[in-house]
Nanobody, 120 residues
């Protein structure tokens, strides 16, 4: 069974920084990609950023230049450094991982989410 453990959410003033971390555990060989999605109240869940096993990164236009994602495929972890935070970054942030099992099959998994609140 795969679990994604998230940490690092909280309350911060606009212009501040937060760092989110996510660790995947279980019968995992590696991951194809890991990343973060967020969901603001009344809105659909949206992609924030992800990183592939090879280190290629992808960002939503709204966070480019402010957020930095990094992954460690030896530890199956991903971190998201969020700088210059804006009130519109407020939401529940979910870790997502497409993991590769020891059987070499793969599947998507989600964390429970961590709240990020940016005050103006």
């Amino acid at each position: 069974q795969v679990q994604l453990a998230e940490s690092g959410g909280g309350l911060v003033q606009a212009g501040g920084s937060l760092r989110l971390s996510c660790a995947a555990s279980g019968s995992i060989f590696t991951y194809n990609r890991m990343g973060w999605y967020r969901q603001a109240p009344g809105k659909q869940r949206e992609l924030v950023a992800f990183v592939t096993r090879g280190g290629t990164t992808t960002y939503a236009d709204s966070v480019k230049g402010r957020f930095t994602i990094s992954g460690d495929n030896t530890k199956n972890t991903v971190s998201l450094q969020m700088d210059s935070l804006k009130p519109e970054d407020t939401g529940v942030y979910y870790c997502n991982a497409n993991v590769v099992y020891l059987s070499l099959q793969s599947a998507d998994h989600w964390g429970r989410g961590t709240q990020v609140t940016v005050s103006s």
